[in-house]
């Protein structure tokens, strides 16, 4: 009896060591994560801080440091946040719905699903290449701002469709049930009874994704958008900028004051991306309180 009560006792012990060992790895390897992102972030404080006056949103992009500003960049970005946000909606959300709720599971369904969640983790200069043959050269729309947001569409689909799928899906089936048994049609049950019940996921998941989208470079720079504009889009076939590639220009340029600027509209596109997630977090707990 001992001699299992010792080997008990051991194995316990050993246990308990792995448990405390893999604690303080976790806890190594989030401290040094958490570590490089303070440095950085200070680093980028310290440099772009001085810059950020009035003239850095109301001056076009400059030759010279001292009178360059970010304005086409900024309202580039806006605009195609603007055709994007309603396009990802309406395609992304209709996908997730048709797929959840109407479409029948089979190998067909599966392998769609399966091509959705890979399509969400392929690199952005993929669809990049997707936006220069389908939107560019084929629907001969240019280096346009159009052509720049529908790839940046298709690059936010995929996500909007996991993640409203996974909202979908956390909804309880004896909502479904209820509503059915009150005499209710299918439509009527998903757009009166799921959605609203799916909707703080829906939209959390989709402000992530533009989110995500804001901050891509790769596949404007691949469809060809411009990395000096010095007007803004009157309409939707005009050149744009958005701010990572005037960022991207000023640190290609060697003078120490565009390397201050370019820390500058870094600043700039982290609050753009703390106020759309702290507006994800918001729509999120006021849905939520009215369920």
């Known amino acids: 009896m001992n001699i299992f009560q010792d080997a008990n006792r051991k194995q316990i012990a050993n246990r308990r060591r792995t448990d405390w060992m893999l604690h303080i790895l976790f806890v190594v390897a989030t401290s040094i994560g958490v570590l490089a992102l303070c440095a950085l972030i200070v680093d980028i404080l310290i440099d772009g801080i001085g810059r950020l006056q009035p003239d850095l949103f109301t001056n076009f992009p400059s030759r010279k440091a001292d009178g360059s500003g970010m304005k086409s960049a900024l309202v580039g970005s806006i605009y195609m946040l603007l055709i994007m946000a309603p396009i990802a909606f309406v395609f992304g959300v209709g996908a ?10 089979g190998r067909i369904t599966r392998i769609i699903q399966l091509n959705i969640s890979t399509l969400a983790g392929v690199p952005s200069i993929v669809y990049g290449i997707l936006g220069l043959t389908l939107f560019v050269r084929l629907l001969s729309l240019d280096r346009s701002l159009i052509a720049g947001a529908l790839t940046m569409t298709l690059l ?136």
């Open 156 to 291: 936010v689909l995929p996500i909007i469709i996991v993640s409203a799928q996974e909202a979908i899906r956390a909804v309880p089936k004896s909502r479904r049930d209820a509503s059915f048994a009150l005499g209710a049609t299918k439509w009527q049950t998903v757009s009166r009874s799921v959605m609203p019940a799916a909707m703080p996921g829906v939209l959390t998941g989709v402000i992530l994704a533009m989110s995500r989208a804001i901050g891509e470079t790769a596949p404007l720079v691949m469809i060809g958008a411009l990395t000096y504009v010095a007007f803004l889009p009157n309409g939707l076939k005009d050149s744009f900028t958005v701010i990572p590639i005037q960022v991207y220009n000023w640190l290609s340029k060697p003078q120490l004051e565009f390397k201050e600027l370019a820390a500058s509209g870094i600043i700039v596109l982290l609050a753009l991306l703390l106020l759309m997630n702290f507006s994800a977090i918001l729509l999120r707990n006021k849905y939520q309180k009215n369920l």
């Open 96 to 105: 997730a719905i048709y797929l959840e709720e109407y479409a029948k599971k």
